[in-house]
């Protein structure tokens, strides 16, 4: 079974998902933003960063998100990028991997 995001909020901090196998997790903003694989963000054929990291404001923010199908979340960001789709395979992924997302 798949795990899908049942609520979703903006935060001071970051946006802070509510999982359907109960956890509840907060992605800060710049990391997430960071996180893009778009193929402005991502070469498509070898996978290379192409974001250049410095140009990504310290106090970015998400100010509106959709959510894609029943799959993704795809985020309008203050600095004006909006094209990336984050799978919700790959924010669990982020979740379970990196300690830069809390969850509890």
């Known amino acids: ?17 509510a999982w359907s196998d109960g956890r509840t997790c907060l992605y800060p903003y710049r990391y997430l933003r960071l996180q893009c694989a778009c193929a402005s963000c991502i070469e498509e054929m070898t996978g290379r960063k192409l974001l250049n990291v410095a140009s ?25 990028h909006e094209t990336g789709i984050y799978p919700y395979t790959m924010l669990t992924r982020l979740a379970e991997n990196d300690e830069a997302v809390v969850c509890s």
């Open 56 to 80: 990504v404001p310290e106090d970015i923010i998400v100010v509106d998100y959709i959510t894609v199908g029943k799959y993704a979340l795809q985020f309008l960001w203050s600095d004006g």
């Open 1 to 17: 079974m798949t795990t899908v995001a049942e609520d979703v909020q903006q935060t001071g901090e970051g946006v802070q998902i």
